[in-house]
T-cell receptor, first 114, second 119 residues
Framework: DSGVTQTPKHLITATGQRVTLRCSPR?????VYWYQQSLDQGLQFLIQ???????AKGNILERFSAQQFPDLHSELNLSSLELGDSALYFC?????????????FGPGTRLTVT | AQKVTQAQTEISVVEKEDVTLDCVYE???????LFWYKQPPSGELVFLIR??????QNEISGRYSWNFQKSTSSFNFTITASQVVDSAVYFC????????????????FGQGTILTVHP
């Protein structure tokens, strides 16, 4: 158990809908990262927050947004969902801003868009 | 741009064999970090090791060992006396700051190597 929690574990929804994925980092970790794992794209970095502020952005679609709250939990919002958004979404956390600490991953949320 | 290549898509071995997973990376930065993660069939990503670019010492942890060679931009992972429980997808990843440090924090993953260990 990495100490990172993600809810829900599974999510099935229809095209055009909006969903919110939630992540709680390990105790003491200030950075939260979101990654998407799909068969065609592999594991891709989406976005990083550090202590409530956005710090790095990857290949995140405009239909996707994220935020980190004062209690350090984070939410990833996916809207106008398409079939291609079906993937495993991971949240990770680390102590520092960058390479100071390894990233520990949560169990993931499996999103299926039908 | 940062890139990680794991040329071996799938490897199949019999228990007790040694197996090496290859990882080659590309970055223009002089400071960077390399990682290996394991993804067992249950799906979670398990951290195995982190090395920084200034530490080329090889590392051994039980049956696992890592060989970091800056000259060839490689960070290979060897499992000695493999076991069925080692069956998983293994990912090599790179974190490097990029221009202006804007990529710090971002892990760039290879495509992964599926390791199957048969009894």
């Amino acid at each position: 158990d990495s100490g990172v929690t993600q809810t829900p574990k599974h999510l099935i929804t229809a095209t055009g809908q909006r969903v919110t994925l939630r992540c709680s980092p390990r105790s003491g970790d200030l950075s939260v990262y979101w990654y998407q794992q799909s068969l065609d794209q592999g594991l891709q970095f989406l976005i990083q927050y550090y202590n409530g502020e956005e710090r790095a952005k990857g290949n995140i679609l405009e239909r996707f947004s994220a935020q980190q709250f004062p209690d350090l939990h984070s939410e990833l919002n996916l809207s106008s969902l398409e079939l291609g958004d079906s993937a495993l979404y991971f949240c990770a956390s680390s102590v520092g801003l960058a390479g100071e600490g390894e990233q520990y991953f949560g169990p993931g949320t499996r999103l299926t868009v039908t | 741009a940062q890139k990680v290549t794991q040329a071996q898509t799938e490897i199949s071995v019999v228990e007790k064999e040694d197996v090496t997973l290859d990882c080659v990376y590309e970055t223009r930065d002089t400071t960077y970090y390399l990682f290996w993660y394991k993804q067992p069939p249950s799906g979670e990503l398990v951290f195995l090791i982190r090395r920084n670019s200034f530490d080329e010492q090889n590392e051994i942890s039980g049956r696992y060992s890592w060989n970091f060679q800056k000259s060839t931009s490689s960070f290979n992972f060897t499992i000695t006396a493999s076991q069925v429980v080692d069956s998983a997808v293994y990912f090599c990843a790179l974190m490097s700051p990029g221009a202006g440090g804007t990529s710090y924090g971002k892990l760039t993953f290879g495509q992964g190597t599926i390791l199957t260990v048969h009894p």
